[in-house]
């Protein structure tokens, strides 16, 4: 009986554990405008049967233009497939007050798509800090993003 129990004990702890990585993704590509402290194009592609997704952004902002590109994990919260969590990080590159930069940032947000109509809502937040040829931060990136999406 004790062998019984461990085994079953065991297939529900990878039953739990696997429950998250078996998820499939939201939708596969979305492309819209991002609103904010920077602002611009923004463009998020799913990778096939996972949480996780690519995002590429074009954004201007009171420092110059940049090109962020963000690898983020998504999660879904109190199982409603329709709200997801994310975090994640990358780099950008561009111009910081009028010098060429690159830099790391981070990213957290909240995803929320839409039911009858093929959009999507989100608000995030994306610290980000230049490191090359001027060395200095902007924390205050708050932003609201809709996207369209893509089968």
């Known amino acids: 009986m004790v062998i019984n129990r461990r085994i079953l004990l065991i ?3 990878l039953s739990a554990a696997l429950n998250g990585q078996l998820c499939a993704q939201p939708y596969e590509h979305a492309g819209g405008i991002r609103a904010g402290l920077s602002s611009g194009i ?5 990778f096939r049967y996972q949480m ?14 940049n090109l962020t590109a963000l690898y983020e994990h998504h999660l879904e ?5 329709r709200l997801l969590v994310y975090l994640g990080g990358g780099a950008f590159g561009g111009t910081w007050k009028e010098e060429l930069s690159l830099g790391v ?16 809502l989100g608000a995030d937040w994306k610290p ?11 924390w205050a990136d708050f932003g609201i993003a809709i996207r369209y999406r893509f089968r």
């Open 42 to 46: 923004s463009y998020k592609g799913f």
């Open 105 to 120: 940032t981070a990213v957290a947000g909240i995803e929320y798509q839409l039911r009858d109509v093929p959009l999507s």
């Open 11 to 13: 297939i529900f702890s």
């Open 77 to 81: 919260t109190f199982r409603n497939k």
């Open 128 to 138: 980000m800090v230049n490191v090359y040829r001027v060395f200095d931060n902007e």
């Open 52 to 65: 996780n997704a690519i995002e590429a952004d074009v954004l201007y902002n009171r420092n110059g233009f």
